[in-house]
């Protein structure tokens, strides 16, 4: 490992530091205050080092941050695909610790190794998305998994404790079926690493007329949709979502459904479009078929769900089916490569910022109100009215209505999608838009509820001031990206570039 | 002689298999992974894997193996049955069964490469390897081991506190 090597690693040791030392500082003081602050302004170091690097990249024209020099021990690549998910999986982290400021007081003595567990696990996301070898994604996968399982179970109840158990022992299974896959990409092909993967697989796909080259490398791809569908919350891996949404902390949850989700659909990106780049003509049917599954029974179940967390839990399968679709839009017929790679990327954005608002705006009002029933959401309107039209405009951003950034990022998906002249595609598209529609019942129900009914108590509701400020900015990024999609989207444009040249 | 060698270790490899999930003991059961677990390092050995081997029987074989048994043994009370009673059997022997004629059409199917080079890997080989071209995913589960540690004084010391179910009605499906 030389000092360059260190380099390019160097905001994750940077986190992974900021982690230990969040840790310690609890050690010597109680007040949330003061760890809130250390963790936020820490992360400030990571960001730093990645617009360092980003900075370089950009002035020396990729020549020496490219393909080859960036690359750490054939292991990690620091390109802009990943610098890209760097910046969003710290954007998130930082304003999910923003908004535990009031309810990291519900957890006592533990605060510390709470914001230590959720920078361990944003540690795990940052080596999933620059990972370019199987070994380093599996142990890149259970560094983010394992924190928040141990999460999940924080708080001292039973619902929490079911949460942990199910996120670890449903992970666990989904990491040994996908460890089982890399096991065979290994034994059939000889390596771990991507680029050799794929250059063994492109020789076997040209002998052999079987799909995929081989029964064995379908079965491996299949095993590691299997993990890797768990992590994206896509039906039919989804039985845990709706469980641990529902009893596990809301922030943890928050941080969960899009920083955990964006590093998996950057995992999937990177392993289908670099790894089994050869096999491209076949496996965008198996992740049209997960699209279409996630997206309707993400949907129909969302509909009868009275607790919203538990809503969100089915409201983001839903979302893992319309980002399926761009990631299967894969080329179209006659070869040209579309745009259904930074389409996922854009959608990844537009989503977390709609989807921290709405889990924001749940913490807040949770926290006062003791409950996460809609119901119990009746006149929220006139309790606190900056929450419920944040909560309101994060809902409209969900169903895809203009000028919210998710607008954008639902039709470059489905235009990826039609792009392709897939009659398949056509229908997948079809099935997106339909299930976009059932989305705006259940989505419009909420606002009803707070905006319609008549609040059952009259005592306001209010947060403190970090809380509103991660608030106020998850907001303005909505509208950001609904109004001025440009910037993101040429970003994403670039980002992809790395995909496809190799 | 190889392949009387493969049929003794297949036998207790599978058989132990069988005995884990036949047996109604749990603690039965228990040994009865050690005894299918050990099968499998003998497999290893036959391979001249004998690192392999060694790790097997030294992890699976022993820490495991007492791992599992520990945790019956303290969670073992009057409330939980010693005698357990899988109820979901059939379904389990379907998916068993489907599972590995999927696994044995898959490698029956595959074409194996007979001329690839079979050599059985060099300590010192391995331990270079390890600090050098694996040096990173090492280096990452020294932090995944301080997340299990954290992760289990979290669970460890909750049940200290007075645990109070104030949880809402159950949510429907």
Same mark, same amino acid.
């Given at each position: 490992m030389t000092a360059y090597d260190l380099y390019l690693v160097s905001p994750l040791l940077a986190l992974a530091g900021l982690a230990m030392m969040v840790i310690i500082v609890d050690l010597l003081t109680r007040r949330t205050g003061l760890l809130v602050g250390v963790a936020f302004v820490g992360l400030a170091a990571p960001?730093?080092?990645?617009?360092?690097?980003?900075a370089e990249l950009v002035s020396t024209g990729e020549s020496r941050l490219s393909a080859q020099g960036s690359v750490v021990l054939h292991t990690l690549s620091i390109d802009r695909f990943s610098l890209f998910f760097n910046f969003l999986i710290l954007a998130a982290a930082g304003l999910v610790i923003l908004v535990s400021t009031d309810y990291s007081r519900r957890m006592e003595r533990l605060q510390g190794e709470f914001f230590g567990l959720l920078l361990l696990s944003a540690t795990g996301m940052m080596l999933?998305?620059?990972? !370019?070898?199987?070994i380093t994604m599996y142990i890149a996968l259970e560094l983010t998994t394992l924190p928040l399982a141990a999460m999940a179970a924080f708080l001292p109840n039973g619902r929490s404790s079911e949460a942990g158990m199910k996120f670890l022992i449903i992970g666990a299974l989904s990491s040994a079926l996908m460890l089982y896959g890399m096991a065979l990409i290994y034994g059939f092909t000889g390596s771990t690493r991507l680029d050799e993967i794929a250059a063994a697989l492109s020789a076997g796909a040209s002998a052999g007329a079987f799909p995929f080259g081989s029964m064995a490398v379908l079965l491996a791809i299949v095993l590691l949709l299997a993990g890797f569908g768990f992590k994206m919350s896509a039906a039919p891996f989804q039985m845990w979502v709706p469980d641990v949404y529902e009893g596990a902390p809301t922030p943890m949850v928050a941080f969960l459904s899009v920083a955990s989700k964006a590093a998996a659909f950057a995992l999937v990106l990177r392993v289908f479009y670099v790894g089994f780049d050869a096999l491209g003509g076949?496996?965008?049917?198996?992740?049209?078929g997960l699209a279409a599954?996630?997206? !309707?029974?993400?949907n129909l179940v969302a509909i009868a769900q009275r607790n919203i967390k538990r809503l969100f839990g089915y409201s983001t399968i839903a979302h893992a089916g319309y980002i399926l679709v761009g990631v299967a839009a894969v080329a179209s017929v006659d070869g040209t490569a579309t745009f259904g790679p930074s389409s996922v990327l854009f959608y990844l954005a537009a989503y977390t910022a709609a989807n921290l608002t709405a889990f924001f705006a749940i913490v807040c009002i949770g926290n006062r109100i003791n409950s996460d029933e809609i119901a119990d959401y009746s006149g929220m309107l006139r309790r606190a009215p900056f929450l419920a039209i944040a909560l309101g405009l994060a809902l409209i951003a969900l169903i895809g209505v203009p000028p919210t950034g998710l607008f954008f990022a639902k039709i470059y998906v489905f235009a990826a999608a039609i792009n392709t002249g897939e009659s398949l595609m056509t229908w997948l598209v079809i099935i997106g838009v339909v299930n976009s529609a059932v989305s705006a019942y259940y989505y419009l129900r909420i606002i009803k509820v707070m905006f319609l009914q008549t609040p059952i108590h009259t005592e306001r509701v209010g947060a403190s001031w970090p809380v509103n400020v991660a608030l106020g900015i998850a907001t303005l990024a909505i509208l950001w990206l609904g109004v001025a999609p440009t910037p993101l989207l040429g970003a994403a444009e670039r980002a992809v570039s790395v995909l496809s040249g190799g | 002689m190889q392949l009387a060698l493969f049929i003794i270790v297949a &036998?207790?490899? &599978?058989?132990g298999a069988l005995g884990v999930v036949a047996t109604r003991n749990v603690v039965h059961a228990a040994l009865f992974l050690l005894l299918s677990l050990l099968g499998a390092a003998g497999a290893y050995l036959l391979l001249f894997a004998e690192f392999l081997a060694l790790v097997q029987v030294l992890i699976y074989g022993g820490a495991v193996t007492i791992v599992v048994l520990f945790a019956v043994m303290l969670t073992r009370s009057s409330e939980y049955p010693r005698i357990t009673d899988n109820r979901q059997w059939p379904l389990?022997? &379907?998916?068993?069964? *489907?599972?590995?004629? *999927?696994l044995g059409a898959a490698f029956w199917l595959t074409p194996a490469d007979a001329d690839a080079e079979r050599k059985a890997p060099v300590f010192t080989d391995l331990a270079s390897s390890l600090f050098t071209k694996w040096a990173l995913p090492f280096e990452i589960a020294s932090l995944v081991l301080l997340v299990a540690l954290i992760g289990a004084i979290i669970i460890a010391r909750q049940q200290n506190v007075v645990v109070t179910d104030d949880t809402s009605p159950e949510g429907e499906d």
């Open positions: 960001a730093a080092l990645s617009a360092w690097q980003l999933l998305v620059s990972a !370019t070898e199987l076949d496996w965008w049917v198996l992740l049209a599954l996630s997206m !309707t029974i993400g | &036998i207790f490899t &599978i058989g389990g022997l &379907i998916t068993a069964l *489907v599972l590995s004629s *999927v």
